[in-house]
């Protein structure tokens, strides 16, 4: 059962999972993994509050793993629970059991929590285990720019993100909207000269699509001037704007 359960969880099928790890728990109510694993499930489907009873009540029967200690770092977030959150996260930093994954979510959410300067620590020891990790260059560039940093290291971080991993658009309309700021039109617009209806159909930031589309009017470029409206109005028809470039802008000033 606690297989099928981290099966059905692992592929996002939260609804099967949850049964199972009920059936777990109807068998032993002291089941730590169940718990534990139903605290993830919870979290997984926005029930916070649900997650953190769950977590708390899987530490009691056994040490939470990794991926259960960041989860309910997370979750002591979502229910305000703020200062506790930071401080348990702030101790996941230099965990050795922390996978790059696991230290990039870390950074995430102290970034949520307003603790940039320590999203980079995360971030710095996620490139140390895994330096190919375009996305851990990214958040460190997010990070540091929330914090202040020169422009150029900001600038240099995106940059290394979009060399290690150059299909992935959205580190290049993260860099775009940054150099834009900066007045670097040119620049940013040769970032993105390139990219094809396919890539400018995934995104899903109604902000960064306007960007695009002012960008591409400037070099005469109608045909992505018109994929970019056309987005823009499927995204208004859904009520969707996700950001599509990291959450968060690379620079805040």
Same mark, same amino acid.
């Given at each position: 059962?606690?297989?099928?359960?981290?099966?059905?969880?692992?592929?996002?099928?939260?609804?099967?999972?949850?049964?199972?790890?009920?059936?777990?728990?109807?068998?032993?109510?002291?089941?730590?993994?169940?718990?534990?694993?139903?605290?993830?499930?919870?979290?997984?489907?926005?029930?916070?509050?649900?997650?953190?009873?769950?977590?708390?009540?899987?530490?009691?029967?056994?040490?939470?793993?990794?991926?259960?200690?960041?989860?309910?770092?997370?979750?002591?977030?979502?229910?305000?629970?703020?200062?506790?959150?930071?401080?348990?996260?702030?101790?996941?930093?230099?965990?050795?059991?922390?996978?790059?994954?696991?230290?990039? *979510?870390?950074?995430?959410?102290?970034?949520? &929590?307003?603790?940039?300067? /320590? @999203?980079? !620590?995360? #971030?710095? %020891?996620?490139?140390?285990?895994?330096?190919?990790?375009?996305?851990?260059?990214?958040?460190?560039?997010?990070?540091?720019?929330?914090?202040?940093?020169?422009?150029?290291?900001?600038?240099?971080?995106?940059?290394?993100?979009?060399?290690?991993?150059?299909?992935?658009?959205?580190?290049?309309?993260?860099?775009?909207?940054?150099?834009?700021?900066?007045?670097?039109?040119? *620049?940013?617009?040769?970032?993105?000269?390139? &990219?094809?209806?396919?890539? /400018? @159909?995934? !995104?899903? #930031?109604? %902000?960064?699509?306007?960007?695009?589309?002012?960008?591409?009017?400037?070099?005469?470029?109608?045909?992505?001037?018109?994929?970019?409206?056309?987005?823009?109005?499927?995204?208004?028809?859904?009520?969707?704007?996700?950001?599509?470039?990291?959450?968060?802008?690379?620079?805040?000033?």
């Amino acid at each position: 059962l606690h297989e099928s359960a981290w099966c059905a969880y692992k592929s996002g099928q939260l609804r099967p999972a949850l049964r199972l790890v009920q059936q777990c728990l109807s068998r032993d109510s002291d089941d730590g993994r169940a718990w534990e694993l139903c605290g993830l499930i919870h979290y997984a489907s926005a029930n916070y509050r649900l997650a953190v009873a769950c977590l708390e009540r899987a530490s009691v029967c056994l040490p939470l793993r990794a991926p259960g200690r960041v989860c309910l770092g997370h979750a002591y977030a979502k229910t305000g629970r703020l200062e506790l959150a930071r401080d348990l996260l702030r101790l996941f930093i230099d965990d050795g059991s922390m996978t790059v994954s696991l230290l990039l *979510q870390i950074a995430a959410a102290l970034r949520s &929590l307003n603790r940039p300067d /320590l @999203a980079v !620590l995360a #971030c710095r %020891r996620a490139i140390r285990r895994d330096d190919q990790v375009a996305q851990a260059h990214y958040d460190l560039a997010l990070s540091t720019g929330l914090c202040g940093y020169p422009p150029g290291v900001v600038e240099a971080l995106a940059r290394k993100a979009i060399d290690l991993a150059a299909d992935v658009v959205q580190f290049r309309v993260g860099l775009v909207g940054f150099l834009v700021r900066k007045n670097q039109r040119q *620049q940013a617009h040769s970032l993105v000269a390139d &990219l094809s209806s396919t890539q /400018l @159909a995934s !995104l899903g #930031c109604e %902000r960064c699509l306007s960007r695009l589309s002012d960008l591409y009017r400037d070099a005469g470029d109608w045909c992505r001037v018109v994929i970019c409206q056309q987005r823009r109005l499927e995204l208004a028809s859904r009520s969707v704007d996700a950001d599509c470039c990291g959450g968060t802008n690379l620079m805040t000033s």
